[in-house]
């Protein structure tokens, strides 16, 4: 994918569920409720009472065009957690009461968890990305994405000069300065200022100045200038900067920095048929 602005955007470059035996139409086998002391459960006696009433009422749902059961797991990122097999077995319990319809509930990290996690329909994401999303390393992700920029401008400052809203960084030394088209408002977090870097022609820069809606200061002062003139690209995520320790250094989950590179970035696709 690709990221945003004109008339210089920066950009942001990307490049099977399986199913269970009971398939749509298919029955589940109800099991047992859950007892309403389990940890993580949510089968307290007020639960069973209202699925127990719809399914007295199922008429009521027969003019509904049911297409899927959809639920998420709580401990998605913590396969072993025991809260998600019960939170798998009471969907099973609910949804035997029910029209039969196809069931969802792995997203990426539950893709992983084996086929009986499966189900029906599997909604991949960040795995799409080679993003990780759980504690137990997913084999064969890879990063196949990089959010980049173009550099606007390329200025020397003296020692002593401050640059950024409110000055917020002063120069130690003479300092040569790129600013590239990329901000929050194309998904670039506030916090990467001091939570990564960026990459220019291979070599990693340290972000100054803070980052503004739509431009961001990079110190290039230590690369020889023919690696950075205007129109050079600065790459803030991808390979070499993946998003996962910064979303850890930012104290959120990756997905939540990715879904924030939105519609002002431009988005390409390459690779793949």
């Not at 997905?255 to 390459?270: E, F, P, V």
Request: with cysteine.
């Amino acid at each position: 994918m690709s990221s945003a602005s004109t008339p210089c955007p920066p950009s942001i470059r990307s490049k099977k569920s399986s199913t269970a035996p009971a398939g749509p139409g298919g029955k589940i086998a109800a099991s047992p409720w859950p007892s309403s002391s389990t940890p993580g459960s949510a089968g307290s006696a007020s639960t069973r009472a209202k699925w127990r009433s719809w399914h007295a009422r199922r008429s009521l749902l027969a003019g509904l065009d049911i297409r899927c059961y959809v639920s998420h797991l709580a401990a998605y990122n913590l396969p072993e957690d025991p809260s998600n097999d019960v939170q798998r077995r009471l969907l099973e319990t609910l949804v035997a009461m029910l029209p039969a319809a196809p069931i969802s509930l792995a997203a990426s990290s539950g893709v992983y968890m084996g086929e009986h996690w499966h189900y029906d329909i599997a909604r991949v994401g960040s795995a799409l990305f080679g993003i990780q999303t759980s504690d137990r390393p997913q084999d064969g992700l890879q990063p196949c994405y990089d959010l980049s920029a173009p550099i606007l401008a390329v200025a020397e400052h003296p020692a002593g000069r401050r640059v950024g809203y409110r000055g917020v960084t002063e120069l130690r030394r003479p300092s040569r300065i790129a600013t590239a088209a990329i901000g929050y408002a194309n998904g670039l977090p506030q916090g990467y200022m001091t939570a990564g870097v960026a990459h220019v022609g291979g070599h990693a820069v340290p972000l100054v100045g803070g980052i503004a809606m739509n431009m961001t200061m990079l110190d290039v002062t230590d690369l020889p200038a023919a690696l950075c003139p205007p129109g050079a690209r600065a790459t803030f995520f991808g390979a070499a900067q993946p998003i996962e320790p910064v979303a850890e250094s930012l104290g959120c989950a990756p997905n939540a920095i990715l879904t924030q590179i939105g519609s002002g970035t431009r988005k390409i696709h390459s690779g793949g048929t």
